[in-house]
C-alpha cells in the first residue's frame, strides 16, 4: 500500500514538472521579430485572412485574441486596459475609433507614424501618430423591400408617425450605435442629440441589442425599417433576403451620414514592437483597404489612390458627418450617461 | 464524525486550497479593487449602485424574471426527472438525452430560433390570427413573459438533472414501505417529493443564479434587465471597479436565494443511501405510462424539435454543415477539449471539497458554498478581469497566463458552484456510517473512498461532469478576456459569425453541438445507466 502510493507520488511529481517546463517552455517569449501579438475587434471572418496574408508574406507568426461585438462589454479593450501591468497585445485593431481613443486617453498607446499614414486624410488619423484610421463603415437605413416601397431618407424619419413601433435601431449604449450617438451629440449640439432622441423614443423605435440584430429583423419583416452598419446591410442584401440600404441625409441641407473607420495602433510597453510596426505598415497598405472592399463588409477604402469594385461607394459620392473624433470620443461618457437614463428605463 | 487519516485530510485540504486560489480568488480580488479604487472612500464605487427609481426598476424587472424562469424550469425539470425515473416509458434513455438538447444550444441562438416561431410574423401568431379573427398577433413574444417562457425552456435540463439524480438515489425500500403503508399519494408527498426535493431546489437556485446574470435573452427580447448596467460600467465607461460594485446587488441576491434555499432544505438533509441501495422499479400503469409518454414527448416537441427544426431549416443543405465544420474546426476542437478538461477538474476537484466540508466541518462546508457561488452570480466579465489581475504578472503566475491554463481556470472559477452544490446534495445523502464500517473493519480510507463511496457518488458525478461540460462550451464573456491570443473558443466563433450574418453557418453549428451532445448520450446511454447504477458495495 505504502509503496503504491509513494510510487504513484513520484509519478505525479514528474508529470507536474514536465508540465511546468513545457508551460515555461511554452511561454517565454523574447522579441525576435518573429512574432507579433494583435487583439482584433473586427470580425474574425474578415481579419484571419488578412493576418494569414501577412503571417505567409513575412513569416512572422501572429497570435491572435478576436473579439465579437455580441459581448456587449467591448471585451478587449477592457482586457488591454486590465492587462496594464504585463502588456500582451502588440497591435490592437479596432474596427472603430472611440475606443482606440480611450485607450490613447488612458496612456495605453504609443504613437507611431507609419509611412503608409501619409496617404490617409487628417481627419481619419490622430494628430500626435497614436493610431490610423482606414477602411470604413457607414451608417445606413435598412428597409424591408417586400413590406416598403418608399424607404425613409432620413433618421429623422423615425421620428414620424407613418414608421410608429416599425423601426429598430440597436441600443445606443454599445459599438457604432454608441458612437453614432455620440457623434450625433458633437455635430447638431446637446439639445438637439436630445431632442432627436426623445422624439425616436416617443415615436414606439424598437430598441435591440445590435445591429446584427436589427438587421437580421428587418429581413425578416419582424420590422419595418432600421439603423445599422453597411457591413450588416450588404450582408443581407448578398444573401438574398428581402432587404436594401441607403445612407440617410443625403440631401443638401442635410446632416449626413457616419463613416466609421476600422484604427489601429502601437499598445505602450509591448513585449514584439518591431515586428508590431511591420504588421500596423501592411494592415495601412492599399492591399488591405482592397480586400476589405472586395469581401461581404464592403468597407469603404480611405486611402484615394485606391481602386475599389464598382459596387462599393466612393468616399467623395458620400456626404459624411464633419466630425472630430477626439471631440466625439470626448462626448461618448455624456451622451452614454443621457441614453441610459432614457433608454434603459 | 470519520476517523480520518493524516494523508486523507491533507488532500481534502489542498482541495480546499485549490479551491480558494481558483475560484474565490478572482472575485476576491475584484471586490478588494473596488474598495481600494478610492482608499478614502472605499465605498465610492457604490455611491451610484441602486439609488435611482430607473435602477430599482431594472432590478426589479430582473428578479422578477428570474423567479418566473427559475419556477417554469422547476416545474418543467422535475416533472420529466420523474416520468423518466418512476414511469416505465419506451425509450427512457433517448428520451433524456433529448432533453437535454436545450442546454447545449447557446441560449441567444436558441432565442432566436423561437423568435423565428414566435415572432409578430412568425407561423404561430399567424395562425392564430386567423384562428382567432384578431388585427394584431395574440403571442408577444418581446415581454417579461416571453423571456421568462424562453429561458425557462434554455435551463430546464439544469433541474432536471440534478433532479433525476435524486430520484435515482433514493432507496427503493423507503418507497416500498411508504406504499405499503401509506398509499401511493402520501408517499408520493411524504417520500419521493421530499427526497427529491433538494436536487431539485439546488438546480432551481443555479437556473435562479444563472437567469439573473442573463443578458443575450432579455435583451433580444426588448426585455430590460439590471445586468445592462454593469455592461454598461464596463464598455461605455471603462469603470471596472463601478462594475464590480454595479454587480454586489446581484450577488446578494444569489447568496440570499442560497440562504432560503438551505432554510427550506434543513429537514431534508438526511442520510438516505445504504450499503444495499437499489433503483426504485418504475411504474407500469397503462394510464401512468400514456400520461408520462405524452409529457415526454410535449416536451421534447417544445424545447427539441421545434426550435432545432428551424435552426435547420436555417442551414439548408447538408453542404453548410461542411462548410460549418471547416470554419470552426480549430475552435471546435479547441471548446471540447478544454470544456472536458475543466468538466473533468471542476467536478474532481469539487468532489474533494464537497466530501472534506461535509466530512471534516459541516459548517465550514455552508461557507464554501456561499464562496462557490459569488463566481457564478457574477457576470463572467468581472470574473474575467479579476483573472487577468491575478494572473497576469511577471514570473510563474504570467506564465499560467500565457498559456490555456488561464481559460481552464477562469472556465473552473465560473462553474464550480454547479459542480459542487451537485455533489454536495449527493454527499448529504451518503450515510456515514458506511464509511465508519469500512474503517472498522481495517480497510484504509482511500479504499473506502474508491470502493464505497466513489460509486455510490458515480450518477451525481456524472451528471455534474456533463452540466459543467455543456457550460462552459458556451462561456463568451469571460473567455473573451483571456484566451490566449491564437486560441478561440467555438463561443467567440459562433458570435462573430452571427455578427457576420452568417446565421445558416450559426444554425448549422448549433446543429452539430446538439449532435455532437445527443448522439454520445443515446449510444452510451445503456452503457453510462451500467456504470451509474449504485452498486452493492463491499469492500474488496
Known sequence: ?345 | MTSLDRRAKALLLAGVLAFLAVALAPVAWMLATCLMAEPAAPFAPFADVLTSPRQWALFQGSLILAAFTATGAMAMGAALAYVVTRIAVPGRGTWTALLMVPLVVPPYVFALAWLDLLGRRGPLNAALTELLGTDAPPLNVYSLAGAAFVMSLCHFPIVFLTTRAALNSIDARFEEAGRLFAGDRRTFFGITLRQAAPGCLAGGLLVFVLALAEFGVPSLLCVPVYTIEVFTKFSAFYDTPGATATAAPLLCVSLLALYLCNRCMRGARRPAWSGQARHVPPGRGRIRRGLGLAACAVAVAGSVVAPVAVLMKRAGALGTYVRAIETAWDELIHSLVTAALAATAMALLALVVAYAARRLRPRAGNALDWAALASLAVPGTVLGVGLIGLWNRPGLLGLVYETVGILLLAYVARFFAVAHKGLETAIDRLDPGLEEAAAASGVSWWRGFIWIVAPLLAPAFAAVWLLTFILCLGELNAAVLVCPPGYTTLSVRIFTLMHYGMNELVAALAVILVMCTVLPLVLLGPLARRIATPRKASAP
Open chain 1, 1 to 345: 500500500m505504502q509503496g503504491w502510493i509513494s510510487r504513484r507520488l513520484r509519478v505525479f511529481a514528474i508529470a507536474g514538472t514536465a508540465a511546468l517546463v513545457l508551460l515555461a517552455t511554452g511561454g517565454c517569449s523574447k522579441d525576435d521579430g518573429l512574432e507579433v501579438v494583435v487583439y482584433t475587434a473586427l470580425d474574425q471572418t474578415y481579419s484571419e485572412p488578412i493576418l494569414d496574408d501577412f503571417e505567409a508574406q513575412t513569416g512572422i507568426r501572429v497570435k491572435v485574441a478576436y473579439d465579437t461585438e455580441a459581448t456587449k462589454t467591448t471585451g478587449l479593450v477592457n482586457r488591454i486596459i486590465a492587462e496594464k501591468a504585463v502588456p500582451r497585445a502588440d497591435v490592437f485593431w479596432n474596427n472603430e475609433v472611440a475606443q482606440t481613443i480611450v485607450l490613447k486617453n488612458q496612456g495605453l498607446l504609443q504613437p507611431y507614424e507609419s509611412p503608409a499614414t501619409e496617404r490617409i486624410a487628417a481627419r481619419f488619423k490622430d494628430n500626435d501618430g497614436y493610431w490610423t484610421g482606414f477602411a470604413a463603415r457607414a451608417r445606413v437605413i435598412i428597409y424591408n423591400t417586400d413590406l416598403v416601397t418608399e424607404p425613409p431618407k432620413s433618421i429623422y424619419d423615425f421620428t414620424k408617425p407613418e414608421w410608429r413601433g416599425d423601426a429598430a435601431i440597436a441600443l445606443p449604449l454599445f459599438g457604432t450605435t454608441a458612437t453614432h450617438a455620440a457623434a450625433l451629440f458633437e455635430g447638431l449640439g446637446d439639445d438637439a442629440a436630445k431632442r432627436l432622441f426623445r422624439d425616436l423614443k416617443a415615436n414606439d423605435v424598437a430598441i435591440l441589442p445590435g445591429n446584427a440584430t436589427v438587421r437580421d429583423m428587418v429581413a425578416q419583416g419582424e420590422f419595418k425599417v432600421g439603423l445599422t452598419d453597411t457591413d450588416d446591410a450588404n450582408g443581407a442584401v448578398e444573401d438574398g433576403l428581402p432587404a436594401h440600404w441607403l445612407f440617410p441625409d443625403q440631401g443638401e441641407n442635410e446632416i449626413g451620414t457616419l463613416l466609421i473607420p476600422n484604427s489601429v495602433c502601437l499598445i505602450k510597453d509591448c513585449p514584439h514592437p518591431e515586428a508590431a510596426k511591420r504588421l500596423i505598415d501592411y494592415l495601412l497598405s492599399p492591399e488591405v483597404e482592397i480586400a476589405l472592399a472586395k469581401r461581404r463588409s464592403m468597407q469603404i477604402p480611405l486611402n484615394p489612390e485606391v481602386t475599389a469594385p464598382a459596387s462599393v461607394p466612393r468616399i467623395e459620392r458620400i456626404k459624411t458627418m464633419d466630425v472630430d473624433f477626439a471631440g466625439l470620443a470626448s462626448r461618448m461618457e455624456a451622451c452614454a450617461t443621457f441614453i441610459r437614463e432614457e433608454f434603459t428605463p
